[in-house]
């Protein structure tokens, strides 16, 4: 037997599939002993280090959960060593995120999904909606300002909001959670994203990892994007805190839009972005890129 690395890519059942981000994948041998688990990234993967064998490989059985996502539990995978070429041993799987369908009006978005109490159980409530902009729409003028939605009887909330549109969000019984929150340009989005957005994926151009001399410059263009879909301008610099971890080797300086990185000696170091703002708390409460790895030679 040897180790493999093992891929998991998890998505929903839409057309085209969307990666589903936050869900536990546990692995258990074939006798049903857990081994190890791991949790999928923004873009629904999770790399695994496994124990596989000659074809037809390891038996594992593979359990997933997320809240308010149903899955064919325990799928059975078999771990190849050495893995084969091209393919690998990647694996996917796919949930049921019970997303409504796009509304039939393109100017909305449907805003979907389960909120919790505190013991974990589904938070079946009420959620009062302000709109604030637009004022027209299609020519037509917004009088109605405020509607309520409740949670059916599993705690399922489903609403529709112009896309765009900025709202005060009040939940029910918690006086103090008043939230502006802005609807994305989408069909659907989940609701929890919705009232409680963070930075949830960086990408770079150019894409990471970062090589560069002593004394020699590096303009790098992040694009952020927060977890109810929207593209951050710039570098977010009111929401994120960009830094090297290890300023002998290399420095960052900021502009609106770029990140200059300059090296200083030979070695390694890393960029980092944490959030400014901790008042979220979210698990598990990772930034996808958030760490990008720097090697000045």
């Known amino acids: 037997m040897a180790l493999e690395i093992v891929r ?23 006798g049903g002993v857990f081994v190890t688990s791991g949790t999928t990234d923004a873009l629904g993967i999770v790399d695994i280090t496994l124990d596989g064998a000659v074809s037809p490989g390891t038996q594992y059985l593979i ?18 060593s050495p893995a084969p070429v091209p393919e690998g041993n990647n694996f996917k799987a796919y949930g049921d995120i019970n997303a409504a369908s796009a509304p039939s009006d393109a100017r909305l978005c449907r805003c979907h999904g389960y909120l919790r109490d505190a013991r974990g159980d589904a938070w079946r409530g009420r959620i009062r909606f302000t709109l604030y902009s637009p004022d027209i729409v299609d020519q037509t003028a917004i009088l109605s300002r405020e509607l309520t939605v409740e ?122 972005a944490v959030r400014n703002d901790a008042s979220i708390s979210r698990i598990p409460d990772t930034i996808t890129g958030g760490t990008s790895s720097i090697v000045v030679t």
Request: charged share 15%; hydrophobic share 50%.
């Open 151 to 272: 949670a059916d009887s599993y705690g399922y909330f489903l609403v529709d909001l112009f896309r765009t549109g900025v709202y005060v969000a009040q939940v029910e019984g918690i006086s103090s959670d008043e939230r502006r929150v802005t609807v994305p340009d989408a069909s659907t989005i989940n609701i929890a994203d919705l009232l409680y957005p963070v930075i949830l994926y960086i990408s770079y151009s150019p894409a990471a990892p970062f090589a560069l001399a002593v004394g020699a410059t590096l303009e790098v263009t992040p694009t952020v994007v927060a977890s109810d879909g929207r593209v951050l301008t710039g570098i977010a610099a009111q929401d994120l805190i960009w830094s090297v971890d290890d300023e002998t080797v290399a420095s960052v300086t900021l502009d609106a839009a770029t990140l200059t990185l300059l090296g200083l000696s030979a070695g390694s170091a890393s960029l980092t």
């Open 63 to 80: 359990r997933l959960y997320k809240f308010g996502v149903s899955f064919d539990s325990p799928a059975s995978i078999y771990v190849i």
């Open 8 to 30: 998991f890519l998890v998505q929903d059942m839409e057309a085209p599939p969307s990666p589903i981000p936050g869900v536990a994948v546990r692995v258990f041998d074939a």
